[in-house]
C-alpha cells in the first residue's frame, strides 16, 4: 500500500482543490505523474490509477496527494481491473496494468534508480524475471477486522487506500485458495460468535496446512475459546492466539513450515518473516545460489539471515556459514532448523547490522557474502566492506533486495570500490503491486 507524507500545519486553503491534467510517465510507485504550470509554478502531482497519455480529474488532498475524481483518454496499457474490490481497496496497485507492462515498468524503475543513485550510465546486465503465478500466490496475508461493539456490523479486509478504514473483502484475487476458504469460513464463524470487538487483526498462513492467529486485544471468554477450538477440529486448521506478550496455540500440534530447495524443513512462528510468494521464493533462493557460487571450501557470510531461507542451502554447499540476524528469536530458530537438518557448519549470531560489530566480523575475510536486508538496506554493510583492506574483501556479493531505492544507494559504495556488477534480475514477488523485488551479483575485480 503507498504511503502518503500528509503535512503538518498546512492552511485548508493549500488542499482539497480540484485540478485537470494529463500524465506523462509513471512514478516509482506506479502513480500517474501530471505536471501542471498554476500562478506561474511548476507543480509536479502524483495520482493513482492513472497511466501516461490518460487525462485526470483530481483532488489535491495534500502536499503532492491526490484522490482520483475522474479519468479520460484511456491507455491502450489499460485494463479492467479483475478484482471487483480494487478501486477501494489499499492492498493492490498496479492491477489495471497487466502483467507485461507491471514487469516494464518495475525494470525501467530499478534502471533509472541505478543511473540516478549509484551512477551507472550503461545498460544493466539484465537477466530473466522470476515469475510465477499472477494471481492466487500470497501465502501469507493480515487482514484489519473492525466492530464498533458487539452485536454491530463488522468488517473484515485490507486498508482501504491511503486510508486506515477497513474494506470488507470476502475473497482475495491474489491469496491462496485455500487461504480464501479459510476467510470464508471464519466470516461465518464471525457471524455466530461475537469476536471482533476483541480482534485487532488476523494473519492467514499456509504453512503447509492453514493457519490462523489472532491478534487479540480484550481476553477471550472460556466459550469463545471453545468455540475457536471446535473452528480449528472442524476446518482442520491451526489457530494461535498473540495477545501482544504470549503467542499461544490453540490446536495440538500446530506448526509453521516450508521447505528449502534441499527439502530441509524451515520451521517459524506466526509473525516471523517469510516471502509471502513461495515458488518465486524457491526460485530466488536457487538462483542466489546459483549466483554465489559456493565451493566446498568456502566460508560464507550471510546477513540478515532470518529463519535460514538462504542459510541452509548455502551450508549444504560450503564449508561453513556464519548467519546474522539483528531478531534474536528468529536467530534461536534459524539454529535450531539447521541443527534439525544435521548442518554443524552453521554459526548463528545476533546483533545490529548498523553498528561496528558488523566492521569486526568482515575483518575475518569471507569469501562470499550474501545480503536479503530489509527497506532500509544495508549501507552499513557495503560501506564496510568497501573499506576493507584488499585481501579481506568478498570475491563475491549477492544482494536480494526489496527496496530499489536503497539498493541502488548501496550498490555505489560496491561499484566505487573494486566491483562489478555481473547480474541482475527482477523477483516479481509481489505481482499486481508496485513492490519490487531484484537481486545483484557483484564480482571482485580491483
Not at 228 to 246: I, K, M, P, R, Y
Request: with cysteine.
Amino acid at each position: 500500500m503507498a504511503q502518503f507524507f500528509k503535512p503538518k500545519g498546512r492552511k485548508k486553503s493549500s488542499s482539497n482543490y480540484v485540478l485537470t491534467g494529463t500524465a506523462d510517465a509513471l512514478d516509482h510507485q506506479g502513480r500517474g505523474v501530471v505536471r501542471i504550470s498554476k500562478q506561474g509554478k511548476n507543480r509536479v502531482y502524483f495520482v493513482p490509477q492513472v497511466l501516461p497519455g490518460e487525462t485526470a480529474q483530481f483532488k489535491v488532498t495534500g502536499q503532492q496527494n491526490t484522490e482520483l475524481l475522474a479519468r479520460q483518454n484511456a491507455s491502450e496499457e489499460r485494463r479492467q481491473a479483475p478484482c471487483p474490490y480494487y478501486e477501494d481497496c489499499g492492498g493492490c496497485d498496479l492491477q489495471h496494468i497487466n502483467e507485461t507492462h507491471q514487469r516494464r515498468h518495475k525494470q525501467q524503475v530499478v534502471t533509472e534508480l541505478f543511473a540516478k543513485m549509484a551512477g551507472v550510465r550503461d545498460e544493466l546486465p539484465w537477466h530473466d524475471t522470476l515469475i510465477a503465478d499472477d494471481w492466487q500466490y500470497r501465502r501469507k496475508a493480515r487482514l484489519a477486522i473492525y466492530q464498533r461493539a458487539t452485536k454491530q456490523p463488522w468488517r473484515l479486509g485490507f486498508r482501504a487506500r491511503a486510508s486506515k478504514q477497513v474494506v470488507d473483502i470476502p475473497q482475495c484475487a491474489v491469496l491462496d485458495s485455500e487461504l480464501n476458504g479459510l476467510i470464508s469460513d471464519f466470516r461465518k464463524m464471525l457471524d455466530n460468535v461475537q469476536l471482533g470487538p476483541k480482534i485487532g487483526h488476523v494473519e492467514l498462513i499456509k504453512a503447509p496446512s492453514t493457519q490462523l492467529c489472532l491478534r487479540i486485544t480484550q481476553p477471550l471468554s472460556s466459550v469463545q475459546t471453545q468455540q475457536l477450538e471446535e473452528f480449528s477440529t472442524t476446518n482442520e486448521c491451526a489457530v494461535w492466539l498473540d495477545d501482544g506478550q504470549q503467542l499461544k496455540a490453540l490446536s495440538k500440534n500446530a506448526v509453521c513450515f516450508d521447505e528449502t530447495i534441499d527439502g530441509d524443513r524451515l520451521v517459524f512462528m506466526p509473525g516471523d518473516f517469510i516471502q509471502v510468494n513461495a515458488r518465486v521464493n524457491q526460485q530466488m533462493v536457487r538462483q542466489a545460489v546459483n549466483w554465489l557460487a559456493p565451493q566446498a571450501e568456502d566460508e560464507i557470510l550471510d546477513l540478515f539471515a532470518g529463519i535460514g531461507n538462504f542459510t541452509l542451502p548455502l551450508a549444504r554447499r560450503a564449508k561453513s556459514v556464519t548467519a546474522v540476524e539483528g531478531v534474536s528469536a528468529m536467530t534461536t530458530q534459524l539454529a535450531a532448523n539447521a541443527a534439525a537438518a544435521n548442518l554443524s557448519n552453521v554459526h548463528a549470531q545476533t546483533f545490529d547490522l548498523s553498528t561496528e560489530q558488523v566492521s569486526r566480523l568482515l575483518e575475518k575475510g569471507y569469501q562470499r557474502i550474501l545480503l536479503d536486508p530489509a527497506r532500509a538496506g544495508a549501507e552499513t554493510v557495503c560501506q564496510r566492506i568497501a573499506q576493507l583492506e584488499s585481501d579481506k574483501q568478498p570475491e563475491q556479493i549477492v544482494y536480494v533486495s526489496c527496496s530499489p531505492n536503497t539498493l541502488a544507494r548501496d550498490s555505489r559504495w560496491l561499484l566505487d570500490n573494486g566491483y562489478e556488477m555481473t547480474h541482475i534480475s527482477l523477483v516479481d514477488m509481489f505481482v499486481q503491486t508496485h513492490h519490487i523485488e531484484t537481486m545483484v551479483s557483484f564480482k571482485k575485480v580491483v
